[in-house]
């Protein structure tokens, strides 16, 4: 069965640091796409950065550019979210995806594999 699983989240000070993984199986890693979303209550599941099959492209949101950097290990069957400065209005559950597409979507709906979420709360 395919399944991605998130880890990593938690409480930190503004300010601090986190780092997220997504734990990928049942699926060939390398032939997708993967991406970060997240969610707060009341708001929409908003796009954070995506990376492609090999790593090569990626793309971040412009809220988060600069102090999130997206990575993946494909031979780890992989992908990271690395988060520094983080801000109270961070706090959110963070979802990773995966997605066929040839180019990085932006978009939740054209992810079609999806991770539980993870939990993180950033304090002020």
């Known amino acids: 069965q395919v399944q991605l699983v998130e880890s990593g989240g938690g409480l930190v000070q503004a300010g601090g640091s986190l780092r997220l993984s997504c734990a990928a199986s049942g699926l060939t890693f390398s032939n997708y796409a993967v991406a970060w979303f997240r969610q707060a209550p009341g708001k929409e599941r908003e796009f954070l950065a995506a990376i492609s099959w090999s790593g090569g492209s990626t793309s971040y949101a412009d809220s988060v550019k600069g102090r999130f950097t997206i990575s993946r290990d494909n031979a780890k069957n992989t992908a990271s979210l690395e988060m520094n400065s983080l801000k109270p209005e961070d706090t959110a559950v963070y979802y990773c995806?995966?997605?066929?597409?040839?180019?990085?979507?932006?978009?939740?709906?054209?992810?079609?594999?999806w991770g539980q979420g993870t939990q993180v709360t950033v304090s002020s």
């Open positions: 995806a995966a997605s066929r597409q040839v180019r990085v979507p932006t978009t939740p709906g054209r992810y079609g594999i």
